[in-house]
């Protein structure tokens, strides 16, 4: 059984351009959430997607945008980057809405921006 | 709001010591706690949870207990290895309709 997954491993962009960033979730799971973790942090919510629509968003700006297909897998887009946008984005996956189900993490995007 | 506070590191320590890494929580409501480990360039992995008060969760010698009378969710190990050596990270769980929040993480170096 493949967990979640998530495309590309790293990723080089410059200033002012736009990112797309993609996820398998772990089979069964229908929920899909993405983190934003800089340096030396922890995790940073961005938002979750369930049933084809984005369900909760963090604090992040409209540059940050997502979609789900329907088979769950999940894409983020980031537009007009910034050299702050540099980080380890992570995806992670969980079966549904439900009260301290587990949320499962992929291995992540390495993003950086110059 | 809602939010976890870890104990900074970094924690350094022989191989064969005992562990706590502190974790306090503030939650409007009964969160689910959550220990996750991220080793050098990978991902997160659940290392255990609890979903209710008094519950223990445990995990490769790892334990916490979820103590609702002083919001704590501590972890420890009674002997820790070389491969331990990882960053772990606090996080709590509303509900299903929430994200989970996160604590700024403790890197922990297990010297042999």
């Known amino acids: 059984d493949a967990g979640v997954t998530q495309s590309p491993t790293h990723l080089i962009k410059t200033r002012g351009q736009q990112v797309t960033l993609r996820c398998s979730p772990k089979?069964?799971?229908?929920?899909v959430s993405w983190y934003q973790q800089a340096l030396g942090q922890g995790p940073q919510f961005i938002f979750q997607y369930y049933e084809e629509e984005e369900r909760q968003r963090g604090n992040f700006p409209d540059r940050f945008s997502g979609h789900q297909f329907p088979n769950y897998s999940s894409e983020l887009n980031v537009n007009a980057l910034l050299l702050g946008d540099s980080a380890l984005y992570l995806c992670?996956?969980?079966?549904?809405?439900?009260?301290?189900?587990?949320?499962?993490f992929g291995p992540g995007t390495r993003l950086l921006v110059l | 709001g809602n939010s976890v506070t870890q104990m900074e590191g970094p924690v350094t320590l022989s191989e064969e010591a005992f562990l706590t890494i502190n974790c306090t929580y503030t939650a409007t409501g009964y969160p689910s706690l959550f220990w996750y480990v991220q080793y050098p360039g990978e991902g997160l992995q659940l290392l255990l949870k609890?979903?209710?008060?008094?519950d223990k969760g445990s995990n490769k010698g790892f334990e916490a207990t979820y103590r609702k009378e002083t919001t704590s969710f501590h972890l420890e190990k009674g002997s820790v290895q070389v491969s331990d050596s990882a960053v772990y990270f606090c996080a709590l769980d509303l509900s299903g309709n929430t994200p989970l929040v996160f604590g700024k993480g403790t890197r922990l170096s297990v010297i042999a």
């Open positions: 609890a979903t209710k008060a008094d």
């Open positions: 992670a996956s969980s079966p549904g809405q439900v009260r301290g189900e587990t949320q499962y």
């Open positions: 089979s069964g799971h229908d929920t």
